[in-house]
T-cell receptor, first 115, second 113 residues
């Protein structure tokens, strides 16, 4: 296993369009996180799954954002009616099931540019 | 209370010098404090982490110093190398509660040769 994989690496879209990103976590990891990072800022938490259950959502996650993790494997993050303020790096991370497995393994992210 | 405040925003250190980055937090329930390193175009990667039951943890050239009473922790990079040039983030969480990591805003370190 080569780590957390995110696709696409880059996405350019026009304002108002919908976009979807995919994350494939490390295979034995049950927890999956989505973060957003803008230039010069730290990653900001968006949402978190344990297996297929979405356990926590940040208030940053407006109703235009939706995330899924069917069957507790890969996850998708969809942004509807994109706005210029959505331009950011979207990072996915995964960790093991045990509470002690706090270490997050991050993917290289999807860079979204909304024109 | 959920913030983690990091300083300085940027840091320039000569090769062989010591780099020091500081973080402060308010939520006393936090009990896991990692530092992540990020290179351009890559996701953050865990560098070193500490729990509040110890005051210091060292791994190679990297040391975390933790002051529970002051609610502060810092990263020290000894013998800084040009390859250490990256952005460093402190973070905090409550793993037992399953909370996600809260990150600081980052420190961009440049090590000049």
């Amino acid at each position: 296993d080569t780590g957390v994989s995110q696709n696409p690496r880059h996405k350019i879209t026009k304002r108002g369009q919908n976009v979807t990103f995919r994350c494939d976590p490390i295979s034995e990891h049950n927890r999956l996180y989505w973060y957003r990072q803008t230039l010069g800022q730290g990653p900001e938490f968006l949402t978190y799954f344990q297996n297929e259950a979405q356990l926590e959502k940040s208030r940053l996650l407006s109703d235009r954002f939706s995330a899924e993790r069917p069957k507790g494997s890969f996850s998708t993050l969809e942004i509807q009616r994109t706005e210029q303020g959505d331009s950011a790096m979207y990072l996915c991370a995964s960790s093991g099931y045990r509470v002690a497995d706090e270490k997050l393994f991050f993917g290289s992210g999807t860079q979204l540019s909304v024109l | 209370q959920q913030q983690v405040k990091q300083s300085p925003q940027s840091l320039i250190v000569q090769k062989g010098g010591i780099s020091i980055i500081n973080c402060a937090y308010e939520n006393t329930a936090f009990d896991y404090f990692p530092w992540y390193q990020q290179f351009p175009g890559k996701g953050p990667a865990l560098l070193i982490a500490i729990r509040p039951d110890v005051s210091e943890k060292k791994e190679g050239r990297f040391t975390i110093s933790f002051n529970k009473s002051a609610k502060q922790f810092s990263l020290h990079i000894m013998d800084s190398q040009p390859g250490d040039s990256a952005t460093y983030f402190c973070a905090a969480s409550i793993p037992q509660a399953g909370t996600a990591l809260i990150f600081g805003k980052g420190t961009t370190l440049s090590v000049s040769s």
